[in-house]
């Protein structure tokens, strides 16, 4: 089956660092790729769509400038927290759409948990 | 605003008893619904899905029914394990290119 890559798993990092999540797609290309929030016993919430090649579309009340996302190719986005404060810290979780699948079922990364000391 | 909510934010089962997981969502216009088992600090995993123009689909000991009429999906678990035990989500989706909207989340334990 499809999978879908997150690295790193884990990360800790100090207040005013930037941090970087890379998303890969490992047997498809993905032209669209999902970043997804998640705190604590909540839900999953999107915070931007990644399109291959061309700039992301975030979601109301996401900062674009504090998350980074880029697209560079078919198999990789990346997520960049800058400046990350301890309120970034969770766990954020990428997603990908296989162009082949008619249902639009979405393959979902292992998630990176950030801990902003 | 439109969301996907659910009635039970816990659920403890016996093992070998089943279960069964709701979700109630309010957008009409969607017509494609996942469930979706999460572990601890795992990433969702696909279970079962489901389109509006059904409404009931079996995968292996699970079977999702979806009520358009009262805008209700469930998630059956048959002879429910301990493997079993995670958050359950269910998400909604306007179209196939659509973005995936998650519920609240249920967490279904199981004992032994």
């Known amino acids: 089956g499809a999978v879908v890559s997150q690295h790193p798993s884990r990360v800790i990092c100090k207040s005013g660092t930037s941090v970087k999540i890379e998303c890969r797609s490992l047997d498809f290309q993905a032209t669209t790729m999902f970043w997804y929030r998640q705190f604590p016993k909540q839900s999953l919430m999107l915070m931007a769509t990644s399109n291959e090649g061309s700039k992301a579309t975030y979601e109301q009340g996401v900062e674009k400038d504090k998350f980074l996302i880029n697209h560079a190719s078919l198999t990789l986005s990346t997520l960049t927290v800058t400046s990350a404060h301890p309120e970034d810290s969770s766990f954020y979780i990428c997603?990908?759409?296989?162009?082949?699948?008619?249902?639009?079922?979405?393959?979902f990364g292992e998630g990176s948990r950030l801990t902003v000391l | 605003g439109e969301s996907v909510g659910l009635h039970l934010p816990t659920l403890s089962v016996q093992e070998g008893d089943n279960s069964i997981i709701n979700c109630a969502y309010s957008n009409s216009a969607s017509d494609y619904f996942i469930w979706y088992k999460q572990e601890s600090g795992k990433g969702p995993q696909f279970i079962i899905d489901?389109?509006?123009?059904?409404d009931k689909r079996q995968g292996q000991r699970v079977t999702v029914l979806l009520n358009k009429t009262v805008k209700h999906l469930s998630l059956q678990i048959a002879a429910t394990q301990p493997g079993d035990s995670a958050v359950y989500f269910c998400?909604?989706?306007?179209?196939?290119?659509?973005?995936?909207?998650f519920g609240k989340g249920t967490k279904l334990s199981v004992k032994p």
């Open positions: 489901i389109r509006s123009n059904m």
């Open positions: 997603s990908a759409s296989r162009p082949a699948t008619s249902s639009g079922e979405l393959f």
């Open positions: 998400a909604e989706k306007r179209n196939v290119y659509g973005n995936l909207i």
